[in-house]
C-alpha cells in the first residue's frame, strides 16, 4: 500500500510538471525578467513599464485559484524559467500579465499585494548565475581604432571590413564578477587604472553546438545591458612577460555588471537592427554606438563560440563596445583618463533599460587577508 501511495505521488508530481498554459495566449503588452530581493530572498519578477515588478509565484496562486487555469509550477530562479520558457512557460507568463492588467491589479486600490514599484526592492542580477559568460573583444570599429582621426577610422573601418578575420573571445568568471544595477564597482586594492565597457548581453535559451549564423537567433532567449569592467593596469611587477594580461585585467569581483532585467527577444526585435548603447560617467556621455559598429555582427559570434564550446541555457555572451575607452577617452570633470572613487557610472541600452552603478576603492586588504592584493613574483620565490 505504501508503494502505491509512493507512485501515486510520482504521478501526481510529473503531471503538475507538465501541465501547461493555453498556447493560443498572446500578452496584452510586452514584458521584461529579472530578479528583485522580496522580503530579503531572490525572487523571479515580471517587470512591467520599467517600474512595477510582478512575483509571479504568488500571481500564479493567485491565477490557479480559479478553475479555468491549469497547474503549471513556477520557476525558482531565472536558470529555471529560461530553461523552460519555450517550453510551455512563457504561455502562462502571458496569462499573469494579462490578468493582472486586465484585472486593474497594478496600481489604485485594485493593486495587488503581489506588485512591487521597482525601486522598493534590491535589484539582483538576473542571472544568478550562468555556467559561462563569453565576450567578444575589439568587435567594433571605433573601438579598433580609439584616438584616430576620422580619416585614419575611414580607412582603418575599410581595411577591417576587407579582412574582418574571426571573433576574438574570452571568458570572465561569472559569481563575484556578476552585479546587480545599484551595487557598487569596486576598484580593487592597489589598482588604479580601471575603465569602462558598455555591451550588449546575449542570453541563450537553448542548449546548441555548431549553431549557424542563419539559425543563431533561434538559440536565443533574450537581451540585457551589461559592462566589462577592465582593469588596464598590467601584470604584476617582475613575472614572466609584460603587459596585457586578461586573467589579472578582466576577472576582477564585480567587473561585470548585468541586467538590470532581460528582455525576451520576441518584445527587443533584431539588435543587429536596433541596438542603441551608451555610457555616462557624472552626466558626461563617453561612449555612444550602434549595431552597425560592430565588426562581427551578434549570428556570427553566436556561430563561432558555438563552434568551440557547447552553449547552455542561460549563458551569456557580450557583444563588445565600441569607442570611448582608451585613447578615444572623452575628458571628465575628474581630468582622469580611468575611473575614479566617487564617480556614477550609467550604461544604457534603448529599448532594454539602464545600469546605475557607484565606484567605489578598496582601500586597503584586511589583515586576515593579506596577500590578497595583486603580489610581485618576489613573494613566490620562496614557495
Known sequence: MQRIRVLGLIAALACAGTASAQTDVTPVEPFKVGTFDIHGVPHVGLVLRDSLVIDIEVANLV?????????????????????????GLKYRLYEIVNDTVGNNRLSGSGRADYVYDVS??????????????????VNFYTHACEGCTEEDLVAR??????????????????????????????????????????????????TGKYISASRAYDYVFGYMVAMDVSDRGGRPPGGYGSGSDWFVGKGHDT??????????????????????????????????????????????????????????????????????????????????GYLQAGETISASIE??????????????VPADLSGAQLPSVESYRDR
Open 351 to 364: 529599448g532594454i533599460g539602464t545600469l546605475t552603478h557607484k565606484v567605489v576603492a578598496e582601500e586597503s
Open 255 to 336: 567587473f561585470a555588471p548585468h541586467g538590470p532585467w532581460i528582455v525576451p527577444k520576441e518584445f527587443y526585435g533584431d539588435p543587429m537592427e536596433r541596438l542603441h548603447q551608451s555610457l555616462v560617467i557624472d552626466g558626461v556621455t563617453v561612449q555612444e554606438a550602434r549595431a552597425g559598429d560592430m565588426i562581427h555582427n551578434i549570428p556570427e559570434l553566436i556561430e563561432y563560440a558555438s563552434s568551440l564550446i557547447t552553449i547552455f541555457p542561460g549563458d551569456v555572451m557580450q557583444s563588445g563596445t565600441s569607442g570611448g575607452t582608451g585613447a578615444g577617452r572623452v575628458e571628465r570633470a575628474t581630468g582622469s
Open 157 to 206: 573601418t575599410r581595411e577591417r571590413q576587407e579582412n574582418r578575420g574571426v571573433p576574438y573571445l574570452f571568458l570572465k568568471p561569472t559569481r563575484g564578477a556578476i552585479i546587480g544595477s545599484g551595487d557598487d564597482i569596486v576598484m580593487p586594492y592597489g589598482r588604479d587604472r580601471i575603465e569602462w565597457e558598455v555591451e550588449m548581453a546575449v542570453v541563450f535559451g537553448r
Open 120 to 137: 522598493a526592492l534590491r535589484i539582483r542580477p538576473p542571472i544568478m548565475y550562468p555556467s559561462k559568460l563569453m565576450n567578444a573583444a
Open 63 to 87: 491565477l490557479e485559484s480559479s478553475p479555468d487555469y491549469a497547474t503549471v509550477p513556477m520557476p525558482g530562479d531565472m536558470l529555471d524559467l529560461i530553461g523552460r520558457y519555450e517550453y
